[in-house]
């Protein structure tokens, strides 16, 4: 209710603060007092979800310029200035601005209290609307952001805040935390989401080729090199380039890496060609690059180079609140892609989600859920080699054939629908494994697309 809405009231008369904060409380509201504009504006929070109350003219900083720094902040955030006979001329310019309300003083408590109410009500719909939003456009993004938690939303506001400038950024963060969605959220929300978003995974190339893929050759600039490739780098121009786990990036393309950061042109393979890039470059860590200790062979030159703006993503056992709504959109993903009902949740997996610490972060939290949709979270919090225990009224056959076919489905699920991989983990040749699919009525196509490990 809006009643219970805070309020930060501000006023530098000790006197008339006290008594302005009795009467709000009177009237339900949660107030917190400041005596200095300056106090007031370090206590703010983002998305904070009341009004703020002020005396317009105070010593350090007058109404007015404390309604500009918080528009600054948050402009829809409303404003009630309580203004002196001679600051009515000011108070007024403050509501052509955007500020919520004057009330001249002296004024009947009433007058001061609906205001207020008012306020608070356009506040909590504004928030509402702003959270209907931000869940709409997770839904819809294919990469979407999810956590609610000040920390997230920190994130995010950093985010909207440089992606559309080109500065280059590293992100660092531990296995599953959201590298490679903060990457593409940059790329997104700028103006280079016409261009390609090329990704290079820099631990995952053979030495041998990763010069000619990041740079290009041209026909016959080395053995086996009979048409022209443009490289990955040339391609990303206009675009974003994310080097994923730059950290494991061979020592002698740090030095190329370097240069390309640094003069922005590459020169194919074969070529004295420079040609000019237009880069923005997402880097991508697991180590702290930092620490000399982590940093191992990676050069401190190409560290200093890309450490223009770090982004540190929290690992979810820090940002426990937002497991439930993590989960909740990661299992009614999973039920969509199954055709099947989010089960209700059982204390076993509520449990599991209090209390497990997440090594593998937003990752193996969404795993977890697609398991849970697939009836499989017994199997996650027992030992994985345990038959479903509701199964126990069925003869041990058909209680088998059951655990085989959950068990396809869910390394098909792991494995992104991928057979050679699905059929590895396995460990069946290929003919069993396609006659299990039939007996069992899985469709493999339908776990295709499904989230990869990697
Ligand atoms: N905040 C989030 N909201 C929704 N999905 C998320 C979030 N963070 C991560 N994910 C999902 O979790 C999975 C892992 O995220 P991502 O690939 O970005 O992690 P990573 O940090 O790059 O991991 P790795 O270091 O192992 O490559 C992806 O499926 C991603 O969509
Ligand atoms: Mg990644």
């Not at 103006?191 to 995952?204: E, I, M, Q, T």
């Not at 038959?387 to 059951?402: K, M, Q």
Request: glycine letters at 6%; aromatic letters at 6%.
């Amino acid at each position: 209710m809006s009643d219970a809405s805070p309020v930060l009231l501000i006023d530098d008369d000790k006197e008339l603060l006290k008594a302005t904060k009795q009467t709000l409380e009177l009237a339900g509201f949660a107030v917190s007092a400041f005596s200095t504009p300056l106090d007031a504006l370090a206590a703010l929070e983002p998305g904070f979800a009341g009004v703020i109350v002020s005396d317009i003219r105070m010593p350090q900083m007058d109404g007015q310029q404390l309604f500009d720094r918080v528009k600054e902040r948050d402009a829809d955030l409303p404003v009630i200035l309580v203004t002196g006979h001679g600051d009515i001329p000011m108070a007024v310019k403050a509501i052509q601005d955007g500020a919520y309300d004057f009330i001249a003083k002296p004024f009947a408590t009433d007058r001061l209290v609906q205001s207020v109410r008012r306020a608070a009500e356009k506040r909590r719909l504004v928030l509402e609307n702003r959270s209907l939003r931000i869940a709409a456009e997770q839904a819809q993004g294919d990469l979407p952001l999810i956590g609610q938690t000040p920390a997230m939303e920190r994130l995010r506001h950093t985010l909207r805040q440089i992606a559309d400038t080109d500065v280059d950024v590293l992100v660092t963060g531990e296995t599953g935390s959201g590298k490679e969605v903060v990457a593409g959220l940059l790329h997104r929300w700028s103006r280079r989401a016409k261009g390609n978003f090329v990704a290079l995974n820099c631990g995952a190339l053979p030495e041998t080729v990763i010069e000619s893929e990041l740079f290009g050759h041209e026909p016959g600039a080395f053995t086996g090199a009979q048409k022209k490739r443009v490289g990955r780098i040339e391609h990303a121009s206009a675009g974003t380039l994310f080097l994923d786990e730059i950290e494991s990036m061979p020592p002698a393309i740090q030095v190329q890496m370097l240069r390309v950061l640094e003069m922005r042109e590459v020169t194919p393979l074969g070529t004295n060609e420079v040609r000019p890039v237009d880069l923005r470059v997402v880097a991508a860590a697991k180590v702290d690059l930092g620490d000399p200790q982590q940093r191992g062979d990676f050069r401190e030159d190409l560290y200093y180079r890309l450490n223009v703006v770090t982004i540190s993503i929290p690992p979810l056992r820090e940002r426990r609140d937002d497991i439930p709504l993590l989960f909740g959109y990661f299992a009614e993903r999973a039920a969509s892609r199954f055709r099947r009902d989010v089960p209700t949740m059982s204390a076993a997996v509520r449990r599991h989600l209090l209390q497990h610490s997440w090594p593998g972060n937003v990752r193996e939290l969404s795993h977890f859920a697609e398991r849970f949709v697939l009836g499989l979270e017994t199997a996650v919090t027992q030992a994985p080699s345990e038959p479903p225990a509701s199964d126990t009224t069925l003869p041990l056959p058909a209680r088998v054939e059951r655990y085989e076919a959950d068990l396809i489905r869910e390394t098909l699920a792991q494995n992104a629908g991928d057979v050679r991989r699905t059929i590895e983990a396995l460990g069946i040749p290929r003919k069993t494994f396609y006659d299990k699919l039939q007996r069992h009525g899985i469709v493999r196509s339908e776990f295709a697309g499904f989230e990869a490990n990697g």
